[in-house]
């Protein structure tokens, strides 16, 4: 759990410090012409290109990770049994998994979301710290979701 808390911290300080540049995604978006930002690795999605992807044919390409609490599933949540949930309070149980290869699949591109976007970003530096080559974090999280996309989402 340290060696974790280490990792987590390091990457928020990485992620604060980091300049941002402009990628093209890989996958679904690559075709997109709008343009993600990166900050160490971690590429930023905004809201109607996450929607464009759970819409999408391509969706099942994608690992999708909600990173919030049960109770905050509990009052929101987007639809769909391939959204898996990490509770970053849990990280002590799912992160080794992660890092032996039994959780997730570091050659898939990977979604990470949460609330507003701060805890998607921490455990989404930690993936592309444990080698995932592409990852996203969702902008705004899940409150700019309901804001910008699906109005029937509760905000809290």
Not at 80 to 87: E, H, K, Q, S, Y
């Amino acid at each position: 759990m340290g060696l974790l808390l280490l990792c987590v911290m390091l990457a928020i300080v990485s992620a604060r410090a980091a300049m941002r540049s402009t990628v093209r995604p890989r996958g679904f978006l690559s075709g997109a012409t709008r343009s993600l930002s990166m900050s160490n690795g971690v590429k930023n999605m905004n809201v109607k290109q996450f929607n464009d992807v759970l819409k999408s044919d391509a969706r099942n390409i994608y690992q999708i990770i909600d990173v919030r609490e049960k109770d905050e599933l509990e009052i929101a949540s987007i639809k769909g049994t391939d959204i898996m949930n990490l509770a970053l309070q849990d990280a002590g149980s799912w992160s080794p998994k992660i890092e032996n290869g039994t959780l997730l699949d570091n050659s898939k591109p990977t979604i990470v979301f949460c609330h507003h976007g701060g805890r998607s970003m921490r455990v989404a530096q930690f993936l592309v710290n444990k080698g995932f080559n592409e990852v996203y974090n969702v902008d705004g999280g899940i409150h700019q979701f309901s804001v910008q996309v699906d109005p029937s989402i509760n905000q809290y």
